[in-house]
């Protein structure tokens, strides 16, 4: 045996990924609560603490658990700043307060032959003073050692429950043979836009909105602008390198291109038209050059944005890779390489990477270098393409190999697929997930999908980034509601994910697809597009004010605190958020049909939001600025899909009366 037998057992850490093999994720400032079994052999009393640290560190911080019932026992602490932290816990049998119960029961018991007890008693605190050594605590311990040596059973009762002495005790403890909890728990601590933020994707060659031609990166400053009025703070481009000739498609994804069309964006790669290569670490001429891409990043950074890019890993046959390393693709039995489908879709612009090949390594040391070179020129946020068709070993060997020198880089996964390939990439290292959210529209599927994702372990690991819509997804739900649905779903991914996104298009409630798909008829992916920014009929004072409520409202930058209420009505969906102190709570109320008024009884929990059952409360409807006057927890709500989809109340609490006005919070 290498190391000392457990003392105490210490078993069903939560939370914990399999058994400690991934990370918990946290933000900057959260708070990690940890529960475990602890017990030992006998009837000594057990003591143990949670300790954390940043990865790297030596010295362990250290707090005390508590216990709760049927020895589980609980601790919390929190992760002040972002990257990696550990954390574990230690245990041990406290020989000293066991030592005390034990005096204790005898001494109730009538007993007074207690002089061995005694002398047993002054020995461990004369342990825990040679531990505190030189100074007030060791002098103090040494003392109290005396005086119980020298103690009459009332007078060593009496010591053995001094406070001053129990304190010291706890701070000295004896933890020569304590137990410590292995391998020790893994904690990532994200920044705040990773896990607090409004994204707007668009297509920098369709910035300017003109249906013949193409803009460039220095084009783009009245888009970026327009999305910052409405609040959004990630500005998200697809994919921005050169774009393949070879099987180039057409509009409207047709197989023949006619000149001047510009080809899809994710056909990445062409050799002939590239200045910097021509592959991924390269940018479209189209759209400008390396300096001037440069330039856009830092016109974002001065407005207090971020740019995100898409990482895709698709190569057109005119890409380099293709001509300088053909064996890292898949092959034909006729030796020739083979483009990507996913039927009965076809994908002849594009070739899949073989991430297996016989040279493996140098393909996967090669798209790790694409990542480095992104963040090399100011980019810290990328969303992916199909991950869940790449291995899962590869991301989590990139991401750590990215993080180890951007720590502060944010992974977004777009895996549209199964549930658990879904959950082990967030697992593996996504710092955000595309979800399911898209398709769930009635009450019964968004109350059961919120539930999934804020009930642990999902929530400790998966955090989900509520896109409306995308450019390769128009949901039926848009198609068929007009403009009140884009209300409506854009309140749900705003109001109940801390990330939410949507893209260009989505406030002008375009809403014409292929038919009987949910594509874009005309989609951007294929040809330049044509918009009208201020259209009539846009939504884009309604995404502001919707923007302006998250950040004017700490309870919603969490997704934990999301909390389900009942409303009279299964076109009516009714949650809260609130903060611990309960001095931001938001209640809301939205209507789940785009084409008729809905009104319910709703139920407010008093209780829980501190609020008597007698008392008035006032609600703020933060999208009108109306108020509201309740009392008691069924209150009736009235919605309009046009006019008023839904109720965002701030609730005022009472706090009291003042020359005879009632006040509140």
């Known amino acids: 045996m290498t190391k000392s037998p457990e003392t105490v057992v210490i078993r069903r850490i939560t939370p914990s990924l399999d058994n400690a093999r991934f990370a918990i994720k946290r933000p900057v400032g959260g708070t990690l609560q940890v529960e475990a079994d602890i017990f030992k052999d006998g009837h000594d009393e057990v003591a143990a603490l949670l300790k954390w640290r940043r990865v790297g560190e030596s010295a362990w911080n250290e707090t005390p658990m508590r216990p709760l019932l049927n020895d589980r026992w609980a601790g919390e602490f929190l992760v002040a700043s972002a990257g990696a932290w550990e954390f574990t816990i230690e245990a041990w049998g406290d020989v000293f307060f066991s030592w005390q119960h034990e005096l204790e029961k005898k001494f109730a018991a009538g007993l007074r032959e207690l002089q061995s007890e005694i002398l047993e008693g002054a020995g461990f605190i004369e342990i825990a003073a040679k531990q505190a050594g030189k100074g007030g605590d060791g002098e103090a311990l040494k003392k109290f050692a005396k005086e119980m040596r020298a103690a009459d059973p009332e007078k060593a009762h009496a010591l053995a429950h001094d406070p001053n002495l129990c304190a010291l005790m706890v701070i000295h403890a004896d933890r020569s043979i304590s137990t410590t ?26 910035a300017e909105g003109k249906p013949d031609t193409g803009s460039t990166f220095r084009d783009c400053l009245g888009r970026i602008d327009d999305a910052k009025a409405m609040g ?8 921005i390198h050169p774009i393949g000739e070879s099987n180039r498609k057409g509009r409207n994804n047709s197989t023949t291109c006619q000149p001047g069309e510009p080809g899809v964006p994710y056909a990445i790669g062409n050799r002939r038209q590239g200045v910097n290569g021509g592959g991924h670490k390269d940018v479209a001429p189209e759209l400008g050059t390396l300096e001037d891409f440069d330039w856009l990043v830092g016109q974002i950074q001065k407005r207090g944005l971020e ?15 293709v001509h300088e390393h053909p064996e890292w693709f898949f092959k034909r039995p006729d030796g ?14 594009v070739y899949p990477l073989n991430f297996h090949n016989a040279d493996w390594r140098a393909l996967w040391d090669e798209l790790r270098d694409v990542i480095l070179f992104w963040c090399g020129h100011g980019v810290k946020i990328f969303r992916v393409d199909n991950p869940h068709t790449k291995p899962v070993a590869f991301w989590e060997w990139v991401i750590a190999e990215v993080k180890a020198k951007y720590p502060d880089t944010v992974f977004l996964s777009e895996a549209f697929t199964k549930p658990k390939m879904m959950q082990e990439l967030a697992k593996a290292g996504y710092t955000q997930s595309y979800t399911y959210f898209t398709w769930r529209n009635t009450k019964w599927e968004l109350s059961e999908y919120l539930t999934e994702l804020n009930t642990p372990p999902m929530r400790d690991f998966f955090r989900p980034n509520f896109f409306a819509n995308t450019p390769d997804i128009l949901p039926e739900f848009l198609q068929q509601g007009g403009r009140p649905a884009f209300l ?16 260009s298009g989505f406030e002008l409630c375009e809403n ?3 038919p009987g798909k949910e594509e874009y008829l005309d989609s951007e992916k294929y040809q330049f597009k044509g918009r009208n920014w201020n259209a009539p009929g846009n939504i884009k004072d309604y995404i502001t004010k919707l923007n302006a409520i998250r950040v004017g409202n700490r309870a919603l930058r969490g997704f934990d605190n999301l909390r389900l209420h009942t409303a009279e009505n299964d076109q009516i969906l009714c949650f809260s958020k609130s903060t611990p102190a309960l001095d931001n709570i938001v209640f809301i109320a939205a209507t789940l049909d785009p084409r008729r008024n809905q009104s319910a009884f709703v139920h407010v929990p008093l209780e829980e939001f501190g609020i008597g059952a007698d008392e008035d409360y006032a609600m703020e409807d ?44």
């Open 512 to 514: 014409t697809p292929v």
């Open 181 to 206: 909890a292995e391998p020790f728990h893994p904690v990532w601590v994200d920044r705040e836009r990773a896990t607090f933020a409004a994204w707007y994707e668009f297509f920098p060659r369709s």
């Open 307 to 321: 740019i995100a890019l898409d990482f895709a890993i698709n190569c057109s046959p005119d890409h380099p890779y």
């Open 622 to 665: 933060l999208l009108t600025g109306e108020v509201f006057h309740w009392r008691g927890s069924r209150n009736f709500v009235a919605l309009d899909p046009q006019k008023r989809p839904a109720h965002v109340f701030r609730v005022r609490r009472p706090i009291g009366r003042e020359e005879g006005v009632d006040l509140f919070a």
């Open 232 to 239: 959004f703070d990630v500005i998200y481009f697809p994919p």
């Open 488 to 503: 409506i779903r854009a309140l749900l991914a705003a109001m109940t994910s801390p990330v939410y996104g949507i893209y």
């Open 336 to 349: 020739s390489i083979k483009y990507a489908e996913n039927p009965p879709k076809k994908y002849e612009d």
